[in-house]
């Protein structure tokens, strides 16, 4: 399991990150003393740490510039401040990726996996149960037997396997397509899905989608 | 100056000195002084006063033509007595002092209304960013909760706090954006998954083409930009949006389209202006007119030029024209 470090002043805002990103299968670690903020980030061991910029005692971007001195690991920053100076500063500091309040939750967690990702990369592929699955060539390989998805096809199957065994609901397939600039609508992210079913049950997954009424669906 | 202007000012001067040349030729003549010696004292009192004139004139046009000069050629015209030079004579002397003066009591106050400026604008800034918190936990809050019924809600609010923030942005003298090579379709696809839900709940296909460019803008303004436009599409009835880029040699064009109610040939020119609602502003949705108005400000802050383009009932084009400048692409 992934561990997450919230380094964020504003409480409620704090335990709800926390909340979002421990329904999503993440372990997090949330911040209470902001004055040792930089010993703790040093010794948290985290996967990656969530950082805001406006922070009493040191401020988020001093704390990134210190912590970068001694460790590389993925810092996101969060922000009300939303000017492209702010954002700017903050990459050139060595922030990963730099996100505005308010956001969209679902797209906070696609950045927190696209960042985990580029840090933990396994060769651009993956295993669903026997078959593999290859990104780059937008394929599923069984034994030999190899499905070629289409890129929502694949942008819906990488989400659910991400996710492989938790309810992964429409609204998060819909913000995930959308994000890699396929704005479709209802009826073709449903299409989608059935074609998608259709080539896993071809590769010999039968009813490997499951759709629970009202809430989305899980891969098994 | 012209002699003219001189003369006709001096002319009572001139008569004083006439009547007082008169009066000593009675004078003289009551004293039986030679013709010859009165035509050469009269000779003599007015060769010396013409030449005394003449030198008069010509110091004083010599400054008030240079001052001339300079106000018709100063954009800033209440910087004049820093640029020209003290004269050498009284009047203007005293003329010069009293413009610096006054211009430094305008400064100074000009100076005081800015500061008072930026401390308000300062002040929303930080109000904006505060207000975001709450909003952000709120939106999280419902996220977490699994529930909807409040998102659209929240995000009105969003965006009645950036429209806040981007008006007085729009607003300020200081410099707050970078401009920098901005890819367009990371931009759209931002605003897209903003206003998602909206989209679909009212049935609005969205298709974007020739957005695998970038553009010299700020990043955040044009996402307001496009967050603007987008609003408006879906407020005035569109069911279908389409955004296309034309890359030219020295310009990129963007187009905004959309197929909703359109805008009266009428109201086309103005819908740009401050407060301006026009047809639609009343018979649909209530309008601030102050969208498009930021939109402008901000677009020719940026340098970009914007325009529309409509025809009642059929569609409504917002061009934004991205200048290219060869300065960029040195590599």
Not at chain 1, 127 to 132: G, L, Q, V
Request: glycine share 6%; net charge negative; hydrophobic share 40%.
């Amino acid at each position: 399991m992934k561990k997450i470090m919230i380094i964020e002043d504003d409480t409620v805002l704090r335990d709800e990150v926390a909340t979002l990103l421990k329904n999503s299968g993440y372990e997090v670690q949330v911040v209470t003393d902001l004055s040792t903020s930089l010993e703790q980030m040093k010794s948290s061991g985290a996967d990656l740490i969530l950082l805001d910029i406006n922070l009493p005692f040191v401020g988020g971007e001093t704390l990134l510039q210190e912590f970068r001195k001694v460790s590389d690991t993925p810092v996101i920053m969060l922000t009300s401040r939303s000017t492209e100076i702010d954002e700017v500063l903050s990459m050139s500091f060595g922030a990963d990726d730099y996100i505005t309040k308010p956001y969209n939750p679902t797209i906070l967690l696609l950045r927190i996996s696209a960042v985990l990702k580029r840090f933990t990369k396994t060769g651009g592929s993956q295993m669903y149960h026997d078959a593999e699955v290859s990104t780059v060539k937008g394929s599923i390989d069984r034994n030999g037997k190899e499905q070629v998805l289409t890129k929502n096809e694949m942008i819906i199957f990488q989400l659910l396997l991400d996710r492989q065994g938790e309810i992964v609901t429409r609204d998060d397939l819909m913000t995930a397509l959308w994000d890699n600039d396929e704005f479709v609508n209802d009826n073709a992210l449903s299409v989608n899905i059935s074609r998608l079913r259709g080539k896993l049950a071809d590769l010999g997954f039968e009813d490997a989608i499951e759709t629970r009424k009202k809430q989305g669906y899980v891969l098994k | 100056m012209s002699i003219t202007e001189y003369l006709k000012d001096r002319l009572s001067v001139y008569m004083i000195y006439l009547v007082t040349l008169a009066t000593a030729l009675i004078f003289m003549q009551a004293f039986h002084i030679r013709t010859q010696c009165i035509i050469i004292v009269y000779v003599i009192l007015l060769l010396g006063g013409g030449i005394a004139e003449c030198w008069v004139f010509f110091r004083k046009k010599s400054f008030y033509d240079k001052l001339n000069y300079c106000l018709d050629n100063l954009d800033k015209k209440y910087l004049l007595a820093e640029m020209t030079e003290a004269p050498d004579f009284f009047d203007g002397r005293f003329l010069y002092e009293v413009l610096r003066q006054s211009d430094k009591a305008m400064c100074e106050h000009i100076a005081e209304y800015r500061r008072e400026n930026l401390e308000f604008r300062e002040y929303i800034e930080m109000w904006v960013h505060e207000v975001k918190l709450p909003v952000a936990s709120l939106q999280l809050m419902c996220h977490n909760d699994g529930s909807t019924r409040y998102s659209e809600q929240l995000k009105r609010i969003d965006d009645y706090i950036e429209n806040v923030l981007y008006y007085a942005r729009s607003r300020n003298a200081e410099k707050d954006y970078i401009i920098k090579a901005v890819p367009l379709k990371r931009v759209f696809s931002e605003i897209a998954i903003k206003n998602r839900s909206e989209l679909l709940e009212r049935n609005i296909s969205l298709s974007a083409e020739g957005l695998d460019t970038e553009v010299m803008t700020d990043s955040k303004w044009l996402a307001f930009i496009f967050g603007q436009l987008m609003g408006n599409s879906i407020k005035y009835e569109a069911d279908e949006i389409k955004v296309y880029a034309e890359d030219f040699d020295d310009k990129t064009v963007l187009h905004f389209r959309d197929n909703g109610i359109g805008i009266s040939e009428a109201d086309l020119p103005y819908i740009f202006e401050k407060s301006f609602t026009g047809e639609n502003g009343r018979t649909h949705t209530k309008s601030t007119g102050m969208g498009l108005y930021i939109v402008k400000m901000l677009c020719t802050k940026l340098g970009h030029s914007v325009q529309a383009d409509s025809v009642q009932g059929e569609y409504t084009d917002i061009t934004i024209v991205f200048g290219k400048d060869k300065l960029h692409n040195i590599q």
